[in-house]
């Protein structure tokens, strides 16, 4: 299965007929005071404030699950950009969403090393079990950086493996139910493969 | 002899109490004794050689950087996402103090006063470690005004990407930090000159950084003695794929590579053999079984016509097809294509449609050829290297594999449903 594509909308037609949307008004763009406070602190951080584009929308797809366009509407406004300019950002993005998605964010790693221990079946069988339940988010995603615990995924940020398809009902619950995912199988968990490391 | 791994999975490590505990931050107060030519002589002295995949000395990257009352910046490179690396994720997550030490000093000898710490988006976890170390540093006085009593002050901010391989590109990650697509610019200038908000920017992997304090303990000149002479010092090597004990293993550069892959990393499943290998990471062409020997080191890698990259090796078994390899690699490839530059941006995408050609039984071995002519005529024509990275893997699969694509083609073709029309 292939990858969703990044350049959401490369081939609808452009309207034409209207101008380009400018820097939203703050009288009539209403912000959530958190989300306003969190992307103002984020600007704060950087000698150029553009630089906070990549939190503010992170901040911003959090409170709204998606980069919806009011999503992008509202980091636009704080922080006096057009929007046009953060849906270009947005839309680069793996982890920025240009769409509704499920809540929960399984990411099954499909690159070179997974997929030689069996990611591909292990991405089958999530997509699967997880069926239509619109809670989950389950998407095959390159390298994560984990290879080390291959087949491997990365369930709401907490990365787990080596991972069998017999481990997919067990994931799924433990999301469904608030429990830490596979609390024996989180890398955070496991010890440095180097012998001469020791503890 | 154990670096960056010594002990490395003592408990509360990320904490700045064991830390400090461990000798921690002392390299940090020696430092800040010397003048910061100093520190500079002792980095060139060590040989160190970027540990993100260019291998460029160290040293003499911070000595390109221009003198005199510029604000400068020094950006720490942690998207690493080539595939099959995962070093710099095990230092983040398990010792990140030494990370920010490094960090530190390597801005005293550069004269940075703001610091930014780029990390993938996927790193959650290692990104909240890290940044709980941060808050301990600079409550400690380790990091801010005037450390520790000197005149050297610094700023760092934490940046967390949102998954893009082109941003560990260091001109993209730069365009990406700066709150724009991950786009690479094209060089020159190059950052040390003209880089963050176009101001003289260094820019250095984790691996590099976290080696820094030890080189200001052991001096310069002590650090060079291990590895090889052009190789200086101690590598992580991630390995994985096809092994029985897949990690990270610290080892001095130039050992043979037989040694990490079989003795360390335990080899291929029993009854298996090493079909083919990537030494530094997906970008790098694959080696054979029959150069297992080849020391792992940065010349004698560039010597066998591959490289060795990010210290990355992810090893084939003799029970997996070439296709199946060269068409993973150049999916990926495709994928994570900015889109900027021509060559990269069609070459990805018909190098797996001709592989996928391949595989449906619809290809002839006259295609091998154009597949090999667009390799050719991706690598060195576009802003940044991520074309070649897939040019030059997949180039040297249809050179070293070609047998086996043209009987995988023939096998197809038999095996297709219908005859093709002409």
Redesign the interface.
């Known amino acids: 299965m292939s990858a969703p594509d990044r350049s959401r909308g490369w081939d609808l037609p452009a309207d034409l007929a209207s101008d380009p949307a400018t820097i939203p008004d703050p009288a009539t763009t209403p912000v959530p005071a958190e989300l306003r406070s969190e992307i103002e602190a984020h600007m704060a951080l950087y000698p150029d404030s553009s630089s906070a584009a990549l939190p503010a929308l992170e901040a911003a797809q959090r409170v709204h699950g998606w980069c919806s366009p009011e999503a992008i509407e509202q980091v636009a406004c704080v922080m006096g950009v057009t929007p046009a300019s953060l849906d270009a950002v947005a839309t680069f993005y793996d982890m920025l969403y240009n769409e509704p998605v499920g809540e929960h964010a399984i990411f099954v790693c499909t690159n070179i090393s997974c997929s030689l221990c069996g990611a591909d079946e292990l991405y089958a069988a999530l997509l699967d079990a997880a069926g239509e339940d619109t809670a989950f988010n389950v998407r095959a995603f390159e390298c994560l950086g984990a290879c080390d615990i291959a087949p491997m995924a990365s369930v709401d940020g907490v990365y787990v493996g080596p991972l069998a398809t017999a481990d997919v009902p067990v994931l799924l619950e433990d999301v469904r139910t608030g429990r830490p995912v596979l609390a024996e199988k989180q890398l955070l968990r496991r010890a440095c493969a180097d012998p001469g490391a020791g503890a | 002899m ?1 670096i960056l ?7 509360g490590l990320n904490t700045l109490e064991v830390y400090e505990r461990r000798g921690g931050y002392e390299s940090l107060r020696k430092a800040l004794r010397m003048t910061p030519e100093e520190v500079l002589s002792e980095l060139e002295a060590s040989n160190l050689r970027g540990r993100g995949g260019a291998g460029f000395q160290m040293g003499k990257k911070v000595s390109f950087l221009p003198h005199g009352a510029i604000e400068k910046y020094l950006v720490c490179n942690a998207d ?7 070093k ?3 230092l983040m ?2 010792t990140p103090h030494m990370l920010i030490e490094g960090l530190v000093i390597a801005s005293y000898a550069a004269g940075a006063g ?1 610091s930014f710490i780029y990390i ?6 290692q990104a909240d470690i890290l940044d709980a170390a941060l808050g301990e540093a600079r409550a400690a006085g380790y990091i801010g005004e005037r450390i520790l009593g000197s005149e050297h002050s610094l700023s760092v ?1 934490l ?7 082109i941003c560990g590109e260091e001109t993209g990650l730069l365009d ?7 786009n690479p610019r094209l060089k020159p200038p190059f950052p040390a000159n003209q880089g963050l ?1 176009q101001g003289p920017t260094l820019i250095n992997n984790v691996e590099t950084l976290s080696t820094v304090p030890a080189i200001l303990r052991m001096g310069g000149a002590a650090y060079a003695k291990l590895g090889t002479e052009t190789s200086t010092g101690t590598k992580l090597v ?1 390995v ?3 092994v029985q ?6 080892v001095e550069l130039g050992i043979p590579s037989r040694e990490l892959i079989y003795d ?2 335990g080899g291929p499943p029993q009854g298996r053999t090493v079909k083919c290998w ?1 030494p530094g990471g ?1 970008s790098s062409p694959v080696l054979t079984g029959a150069d297992l020997d080849v020391p792992y080191d940065f010349d004698s890698m560039a010597k066998a016509g591959s490289m060795l990259g990010s210290g ?1 090796i ?1 090893v ?1 078994d003799d029970s ?1 097809p070439i296709l ?2 060269a068409l ?2 150049a ?2 490839y495709r ?2 294509s ?2 900027k530059c021509t060559p990269c941006r069609e070459g990805t995408n018909w190098t797996v449609t001709m592989l996928e050609r391949i595989d449906r039984g619809e290809a002839t071995p006259m295609d091998l050829d154009i597949m090999a002519s667009v390799q050719d005529h991706i690598i060195g024509n576009c802003l940044c290297v991520l074309g070649d990275a897939m040019a030059m893997p997949i180039g040297s699969m249809i050179v070293k594999f070609r047998d086996e694509f043209e009987a995988h083609m023939e096998k197809r073709r038999v095996q297709a449903p219908e005859p093709l029309e002409v």
């Open positions: 154990k791994f010594d002990r490395i999975d003592e408990p690493e996402s080539e595939p099959g690396t995962f710099d994720r095990e997550q398990k703001r993938r988006g996927e790193y959650a976890q901010v940046h967390r990407g949102a998954g893009a391989y990406s930090l700066e709150g724009k697509r991950g908000y991630s994985s794929g096809h004990r897949p990690g990270n293993y610290e360390l990393a990537f997906s990355a992810i084939v997996t199946d390899v993973k690699t999916k990926f994928h994570e900015c889109g």
